[in-house]
């Protein structure tokens, strides 16, 4: 069963930065893209930003500019650089495995705060 577990989440003051991390049991190369998620209370869970095998990123349109998605194949680690960080950013982060064949591995999340 892969892993997949997410760190770097915390409270930042608004305009401030964040680096999630997001540490794969497995291979990340076997993933056919790699990306992070997440919800907000009493919201349905968001894309943020995903990249392929490939390297090729795409985000949403609410942190395009200010996110960065990332990974290193070598360590099996996938990376969200958030900067200019906004209260409607606060959410639990998840990571997300989708692979070539069958249903996305999750991580269990990671709580952001963006507060004053």
């Known amino acids: 069963q892969v892993q997949l577990v997410e760190s770097g989440g915390g409270l930042v003051q608004p305009g401030g930065s964040l680096r999630l991390s997001c540490a794969a049991s497995e291979n990340i190369l076997s993933f056919n893209a790699m990306g992070w998620y997440r919800q907000a209370p009493g919201k349905q869970r968001e894309l943020v930003a995903i990249i392929t095998r490939g390297g090729r990123a795409n985000y949403a349109d609410s942190v395009q500019g200010r996110f960065t998605i990332s990974r290193d194949n070598a360590q099996n680690m996938v990376y969200l650089q958030m900067s200019s960080l906004k209260p409607e950013d606060t959410a639990v982060y998840y990571c997300?495995?989708?692979?070539?064949?069958?249903?996305?591995?999750w991580g269990i999340g990671t709580l952001v705060t963006v507060s004053s």
């Open positions: 997300n495995g989708r692979p070539i064949f069958g249903t996305d591995f």
